[in-house]
Each structure stands twice: as structure tokens, then as C-alpha cells.
């Protein structure tokens, strides 16, 4: 495209992307292609236990199934919640892409996706999503995640992390606002959600998204609190944002309201440095 | 694939399909907004498929802020039983590695259904036109033979322009290269337009040459076009904005201007 000063510019459009004519790929195109794909897919790693009633066609039991998605979601989750030490982890999920960190010779050992179920209630489950996993992944994830609950009388609830910058609002956002939470749910789902719906024209994205998208199509009772916040990062008080949650979950998971300081730092350690440009 | 969002599966026997295509300026996709929206359309089912990008929002439609609590997914089905009309919605884009798997769905959903006709909404990229195409309407349409029969006389009525087909490599003056079907930056259309073609399914594109900005008169145009063939909206007044306005276009262009900006 030519502009008014004679300089030709490539022109991108926001919904669709240089579309090549489908040319046809030759055998080697339709390998790379495929072992891309093998190398893509997601992987969920159960306990021998699990696996072994899983092999045998009996789904997980699951009353209620509480997802975080996000440093901010996972470190509440394990300050209130993990740290009573009444959870078993019964497994992981691993979904490599083009943003996971490599690990020269063996799989990553801090697995950034961590399944918990609950010693005395084991109908509650808990999962804390930390990595970045990939649209093209999101819809696998959550169906292979799903294919192994039983759907009957499931509550979901997921707790996620996002910018306050992508939160669209007439009014302008003075900063005394953010952190704040938003809540989207499906038909299925009866309760009362803690906080205010989110409003129009703002979307969810990424793995709350697809959850969504799930339990509406399957007739699941879930529920996604987004909290937005103007920090990029673990940080206590965008935590503590997620605190009106706790009053649903409290109903059937046993919770530690007051966490000790000690607990809170533990989580709230500063940011591994990616790049020097900000300092 | 189709999940029904109520108790019992919707028959589409007859029906005409009005759908985008996630192309430039996203025209095809607002203007099926307005459809949605001005005839209040109810939502009958989902396509639930891997081939689009997860995302979910409240109702998009939503007039009052009871009812607005409503999820909706990223491709839905309306329908409006008494004019006979089913629309498909597609709010996201599609996965760049499975458009061909997604045209494969949609083609199959659209043999099952049966329906009657349908019609793509679309658009493609206006710096790519030549000469002639730059001169008069920027409308455009296409045909699959099996549409021509029944359509021929009222196309012919209402002088669209059809899509041209343009030289491979323009400029080179080889005797070899037919001219062929090229439609820049309009999605899925052009394959959706060839399956059909081979598949023997009666469908047409309506598309409007456009770039990327505020594209919501390119909506309107082709909303409007595509009105004066299907009669879409019984007026007769000819006022100019007979289409209705959803909220989720609202802050199509960013927040609100903080005033410390002042």
C-alpha cells in the first residue's frame, strides 16, 4: 500500500493473516507439519493411582473443581488454601510451545501446571496453571482435562489473572481502582457470584475462556472471576483480591483465612529479572 | 461441531444460512451483528470446535443489564424461525494451521442441516484491486452453480457486479495462465467458495472491498446489500438507519480519555 509521502508499506489486518494460496504440500511439509503438531499436544501426567482408575473407564470423582490460571491466582490458591497440607498432588499437565523455557535434558522438574486433590474430601480437586499455554493448546487442555471428571453435579470455579490495560470502560480508571474483580458464569451455573458481571463490550480470553466455552456447551455449573491489576507480577494485594471467593469455597474446603506474613513472602518474591530495560 | 443450546436439536430444512467470514476489517462479522441484532434473533446452539481461538463474553445483544447475563462462545447459531433464517456467528479467529479442517466442518454442517442457500458475508483487501475494480461499487459477489439456477434472474435485476477473475501474474504476458479466483484477505472465503463449488452446495459471497479503520459503514453497506436480495427487513420507509446497534460495539476504539490528559 502506498501512503501520501510515495514509501510502500505492507498492510496488516487485525483479523486475518497473510492467507498463502494452498499450495500442495509435499510429503516432507506434511512430516514437519504433523511431528510440529505430536510436539504441541498436551500431556496430563496422573498419579499411578489415578491412572490405574482412569484406565479402567472410572472418571475422577469431582464435587468441586477450582482452577487458578495466573502467578497471582496460583500463589492465592496455595496461601490460603494448599497450605494446610491436607492435599495430595495426583498430577501435572506438560504443553510444550514457543514460550516454554528449555530445559536441556530432562522435562521440566518445577511443573508450571499442577493438579491437588483433597485427603479427607477427594471429590475436591484443585489445579494451579502458571504457564503460558498456547491457543492452538487451550481447547485440548481443557478437553482432555474434562474427559477425565465426571460432569454430574461439577462445580468449577476459576480464578485468573489479567491487565487492567485491556479492561475497556467509558469511564477513564484512575489508579486507585485496580486491583478489582469481574465475573463471567454459564446458564448452568445457580449461585450468586462474589462480584459484579463483567460488562460489555469486555471479553475473556485464554484457559478461563476455553473452560467457559466447555461447561457452557456441556451444561456445567462454572463460574471465572477475573481479577484485573495494574501490576505484572506476584503482588500481595492483587492476592488478596480474590479473598470474597473464599467465602463459596469455604463452604466445602477448609481454609486458612489469616495467613501469617511469613506465608505471604514466600510467594511475593520479586520477579526473576527478564530484561534490564526497566530498572 | 453443532450443540444444540435447547432441550431439542432445531430443524434448518430450508432455511437460508447467512454467515461471515473472518476477513479484513472484520466486515462480514459486524454486519451479521446488526442482522443478530435488529431482528432479535434468539440463540439456538453452538459450534464447538478446536479450530477457533477460545473466548467468552456476556450477551453481545443485550438491550437491558438483566439480561445481559448470558455466556456466549465464539461461534454460535441464531435462528428466526418465521423468516426462515439461521445465522451463524464467529466471533474469533480461526487457528492458522486448521482453516482447511474448519471450512471441512462447516461444509458438512451445512450438507447435514439442509439448508436451503447460504450466504457468505465478507470482505477482501482494497489496496489489492486493479484498474478497473477501483472505479464504481465496491460490492461484489459470487455464485456456486448450484445457487445460479434458482438466483440467475434475481441477480441479474439487481446489477450486482460479479467478483473478477484476475491474471496469476499480472504483468506477464504468458499465454498459459488463466485467470483465477483471488480474494486478499478474505479468510476462508475463497476456499469455502471452491468447496462448495465441488461439493455441489448452493452458496454465494457478498463482499465488500475495504481497509482496515472504523469499518462499521462498510457493515452497513453490505448489510444493506445483502438486504435488498433476502428482504431481510420489512420497511418502507426509507430511512437510512434501519439497522439496530449492538452494545458490545460500544469502545471500539479504546477508553475513555483520562482528563489529566488536559
Redesign the interface.
Known sequence: MATFFGEVLSVYSRAVEEDDDELDENEEDEQIRRELEEKREVHLHWSPEVSESLKSGNKLQCSNFVLAVGQNASSFLSVHILSTANWDTIGRASAWNERSRAVTGQSCEESACVFYRHKDNPTVLICQVSCYVAEDQLFQWTEKVFDCLQHRELNVTVLSDTSVADYKTADYLGGSSAPFLRSLHTSAFGDQPVCQSLEQPNIVTGLPAAVLNHCQVHRISAVVYQCYSDVIGPDSVTMETYKPVLTKLGRSIQLDLSPSTDALRKFVRTTDLQSNLYI | MF?S?QSSAPSFRDFTLVMPA?????VGQLAVDLIVSTLNMSRVG?I???CL??????D?Y?SSKED????H??AEVYAAAELKLAVLQIRA?I??????RFRQLLVSWIKSSGFSRTVVLSSS?A?QRDDQQLQGTPLRYLVTPSLLKGSADALKEMGWREMERVPAFPGLTDGNTEPRLCI????ITK?LYTDSCKEDLPLAVLLVFC??GDNIPDAFALANHLNDWLHLLDDNSKQPNKWKIP??????F??????ALF
Do not use: C, F, R
Request: charged share 10%; aromatic share 4%; hydrophobic share 25%.
Open positions: 450443540i443450546s473472518v476477513a479484513v476489517g472484520n453452538h464447538h470446535t478446536d481461538i477460545p473466548m467468552a463474553g456476556n453481545p443485550a445481559g447475563e448470558e455466556l462462545t465464539p479467529p487457528l492458522q494451521s486448521k482453516t482447511k483487501h489496496y486478499p484477505g478474505g479468510g476456499g481497509s482496515e452494545t458490545s460495539w460500544s469502545l471500539l479504546g477508553n475513555g480519555i483520562p482528563p
